[in-house]
């Protein structure tokens, strides 16, 4: 192998931890914290400048600071983003690209399978500025034409979904979109840009919970949108006067996780794989749903659209709400939390925690069923994991 010339770009794994903010007068390894509300002006006239835009330079950590400027850049890398905002969770990234770009009178389309804080968004808090929404079937984009609106003015979609792993095929979406004007966000939570890159693929802004498998160690909230520098403009104009500011403390623990991002996603999907393959041999459970298994029902689009597929699992036990509360009560190493994206396998059901908020009905149609268990699958022995799984569905076996 010939080696890469000092021109060449680094591969992206090289870039994650040479990235970084210059180093200080003590010249430390690592990227110091900016523990700081605000920043010093030599003098009144550099303090004007810094204000007007004109001179770059720090004010106030509400608006930006070192550690999450090294945040962004890193990420900005790794999605192929322009440019990019931190902020302090993944629902304040989401509702500021919302209410970032919308005015009242506007309309969004949304895949139907969403996390059910981002339903609720739409059809709860942005109906009242007069916001509308209309919902498509994700896996099915053809049938989205139709419901484009004069007043249509972004689509939003999650790949895979939360909970269900349904995809969406960005490329065409993204076709649709830029023939009508209409924005494309996508959350990227669950794939992350190691194995997905939306903006590659049309998408004019990404959101991320960075508290998921950016984090992965369970330690911070917040949240990124990264994509097209215009629209980045806009929503920090949003975001400086509304506050969903990341401290620069959880944005310098975020920064150093991202070195070993590539590592721990090669460890998740490895994990993940073998434990829904081997699910697919086990009785009592109804459906396994990952995209990487041939019986995914979208697994050719994921293969084209994903490096690997993920780090977490869905599947369905047959006999429904009992036993899916059973299973999770029987697991002995996994932790029942409903977040996801740690180095530890976590369990959760869906249908009485991250989806709750949601009717029946409204569960039903995104595919949430009431013995469905999302797996977070970790970073262990894979022994271990299908260890204290299959032990899990002993019992629920026995009580059923």
């Given at each position: ?14 870039q ?21 509300s605000?920043f ?26 070192p ?13 192929g ?5 931190a902020?302090?969770s ?6 500021t690209?919302?209410?970032g770009l ?7 389309l ?6 059910g ?8 808090i942005l109906?009242?500025w ?29 790949t895979?979904s939360?909970?269900g ?13 830029r ?16 194995l997905?890159?939306?903006i ?16 992965g160690?369970g ?12 629209l ?8 400086r006067q ?9 944005a310098w ?9 590539p590592?721990?996603m090669?460890?998740?999907c ?16 109804a ?14 689009l ?16 047959a006999?429904?709400?009992a036993a899916?509360?059973c299973f999770?009560?029987?697991?002995g ?7 996801l ?33 999302r ?20 019992v ?5």
């Amino acid at each position: 192998m010939q080696p890469k010339q000092p021109t060449e770009q680094p591969h992206i794994e090289t870039q994650l931890i040479r990235r970084r903010t210059a180093a200080g007068p003590h010249r430390e390894q690592v990227t110091p914290l900016y523990m700081a509300s605000g920043f010093t002006f030599p003098d009144a006239a550099t303090a004007r400048a810094v204000y007007a835009g004109e001179q770059p330079g720090y004010v106030y950590s509400r608006w930006e600071h070192p550690n999450g400027d090294e945040l962004i850049d890193r990420l900005c890398a790794l999605e192929g983003a322009d440019a990019g905002i931190a902020m302090a969770s993944g629902m304040a990234a989401l509702f500021t690209a919302l209410a970032g770009l919308l005015n009242s009178g506007d309309h969004v389309l949304a895949a139907r399978s969403l996390f059910g804080a981002t339903h609720l968004l739409l059809t709860t808090i942005l109906p009242r500025w007069g916001i509308s929404y209309t919902y498509a079937d994700g896996e099915h984009i053809a049938s989205w034409a139709e419901h484009f609106r004069p007043e249509t003015r972004l689509c939003l979609v999650e790949t895979p979904s939360n909970p269900g792993l349904g995809l969406v095929d960005l490329a065409a979406l993204a076709e649709l979109c830029r023939a009508r004007g209409v924005t494309l966000v996508v959350d990227n939570t669950f794939a992350t840009p190691i194995l997905q890159r939306p903006i590659a693929l049309g998408a004019d802004l990404v959101v991320h919970s960075t508290t998921k498998f950016l984090d992965g160690q369970g330690r911070t909230i917040g949240g990124v949108a990264l994509g097209d520098a215009l629209l980045i403009k806009e929503l920090t104009h949003f975001a400086r006067q509304t506050g969903p500011s990341l401290s620069p403390f959880n944005a310098w623990l975020l920064s150093q996780a991202l070195e070993t991002l590539p590592l721990r996603m090669a460890r998740h999907c490895q994990n993940a794989l073998a434990l829904a393959a081997w699910l697919e041999t086990q009785p009592g459970i109804a459906t396994v749903c990952y995209p990487f298994l041939p019986s995914h029902p979208q697994y050719e689009l994921a293969r084209r659209q994903m490096s690997a597929g993920g780090g977490l699992v869905a599947f369905e036990l047959a006999g429904g709400l009992a036993a899916g509360r059973c299973f999770l009560d029987a697991l002995g190493m996994s932790d029942i939390v409903a977040n996801l994206g740690d180095a530890r396998t976590t369990a959760t059901h869906p249908a009485s925690t991250t989806h709750s908020g949601l009717s029946e009905d409204e569960r039903r149609a995104t595919g949430i069923t009431p013995g469905l268990i999302r797996v977070s699958v970790g970073l262990e022995h894979i022994d271990d994991i299908i260890a204290d799984v299959a032990q899990a569905l002993e019992v629920t076996a026995d009580r059923g």
